[in-house]
Nanobody, 124 residues
Framework: QVQLVQSGGGLVQAGGSLRLSCAAS????????MGWFRQAPGKEREFVGA????????YYTDSVKGRFTISRDNAKNTVYLQMNSVHPSDTAVYYC?????????????????WGQGTQVTVSS
C-alpha cells in the first residue's frame, strides 16, 4: 500500500514553468514506477509520462516531450513533474500514480495508487 500526496499546481502564463510534486508514504518508494496523467475538462484522462522503478530514464507522451521532465528523489520518496514552455492546452487536473509494473506503464489500469490531483491552468 502506498499513499500519494500532491502539491504544486496553480495558474501560470503561457510559456511559463511550473513544478508539481508527489510525495509517497507507505511501502518502499523505489519499488514503484511513478506516472503522471492529466485530465482536461470534458476529456478522458491521458498519460503524460512515467519514471520506471530504476529511475534511470523516463518516457513521455509526444505532446509534452522536450517540455516536461519527470524526476524522482528516492531518498525523499518524491517524484516531480517539471513543466516548461507550457501551453493553454496543458490546462488540466494532473495526477501522479504508482505502479509495481516493470518498465514504463502507460495505462490507467496499470496504476492502483493515485494522488488526489492538482489543477494546472495555463492562461494565454
Amino acid at each position: 500500500q502506498v499513499q500519494l500526496v500532491q502539491s504544486g499546481g496553480g495558474l501560470v502564463q503561457a510559456g511559463g514553468s511550473l513544478r508539481l510534486s508527489c510525495a509517497a508514504s507507505g511501502r518502499t518508494f523505489s519499488s514503484y514506477a511513478m506516472g503522471w496523467f492529466r485530465q482536461a475538462p470534458g476529456k478522458e484522462r491521458e498519460f503524460v509520462g512515467a519514471s520506471p522503478r530504476s529511475g534511470l530514464t523516463t518516457y513521455y507522451t509526444d505532446s509534452v516531450k522536450g517540455r516536461f521532465t519527470i524526476s524522482r528523489d528516492n531518498a525523499k520518496n518524491t517524484v516531480y513533474l517539471q513543466m516548461n514552455s507550457v501551453h493553454p492546452s496543458d490546462t488540466a487536473v494532473y495526477y501522479c500514480a504508482a505502479s509495481s509494473i516493470l518498465g514504463y506503464p502507460k495505462k490507467e489500469g496499470d496504476y492502483p495508487y493515485w494522488g488526489q490531483g492538482t489543477q494546472v491552468t495555463v492562461s494565454s
